[in-house]
């Protein structure tokens, strides 16, 4: 699995290394399993994380009714802890400089859009953050991964162009792109070809635009493409 590769592959970053991300979150890898029950425990797990960090946010929010800069500074340090052993929490404050490809984070970063992928409803319920998924997305979308994480990638491309449109979904076309291929195609070309009318579209989508990298992915480009789709 990619997770166990990346582990192996500890990048040795300070205190939040990849062993560190584990340590926080490695329970997290339960919200993507086959088996209900398992996801049933993680899904415990984060309503217990989550309920931790609304006390500590609201902790921190009352030190502003109060000129304590001393509390403030420890509540703020307090909650910023604590949100690194929740999701989507952990991920929302990944260092500006530092490649994607090497942050520690990154399994973590695949396994909540791999989540939103398989479980979207439950994802929904328990983690809804548009914002989160959005810039993941995009900040994923880069041609110089390992190849455990480019076939991660095409598998969420896989997963995703099969279902009704979700918000932010046009994003995986970034993805696409970055990590284009003859297997990623060819998986495509299947989706395409078979009876499920949303394959049909958004993977036709998706092949037509690899095939023209200089033309932009908007809604005006899908609703052009999507009119002058065979059977439209």
Do not use: F
Not at 112 to 127: C, G, K, N
Not at 181 to 191: E, F, G, Q
Request: with cysteine; glycine share 6%; hydrophobic share 40%.
């Amino acid at each position: 699995m990619i997770y166990q590769v990346m582990t192996e592959a500890d990048t040795g970053v300070g205190i939040d290394g990849v062993g560190v991300w584990n340590e926080r979150l490695g329970w997290a890898y339960g919200l993507i399993a086959s088996d209900p029950a398992v996801r049933a425990v993680a899904l415990v797990r984060l309503a217990a994380a989550e309920r931790d960090t609304r006390d500590a946010l609201d902790r921190y929010t009352k030190t502003w009714r109060r000129r304590y800069s001393l509390r403030r500074k420890a509540a703020s340090r307090k909650y910023e802890e604590i949100c690194k052993y929740s999701l989507p929490d952990a991920l929302w404050d990944r260092p500006a400089g530092p490649d994607i490809v090497a942050w520690p984070g990154l399994p973590y970063a695949l396994l909540l859009l791999e989540w939103e992928a398989r479980y979207p409803q439950e994802w929904t319920r328990h983690a809804k953050a548009w914002g989160t998924k959005q810039g993941l997305i995009r900040d994923v979308a880069v041609a110089h991964h390992e190849e455990t994480v480019r076939t991660k990638l095409a598998d969420l491309i896989e997963i995703v162009v099969q279902r009704p449109y979700r918000c932010k979904d046009r994003e995986y076309v970034r993805v696409a792109r970055a990590v284009d291929s003859d297997d990623l195609r060819t998986r495509l070309k299947t989706a395409a070809r078979s009876d499920n009318p949303w394959a049909q579209r958004h993977a036709g989508y998706i092949l037509w635009l690899l095939d023209r990298p200089q033309v932009p992915n908007t809604r005006h480009v899908w609703r052009t493409w999507l009119a002058a789709a065979p059977g439209e």
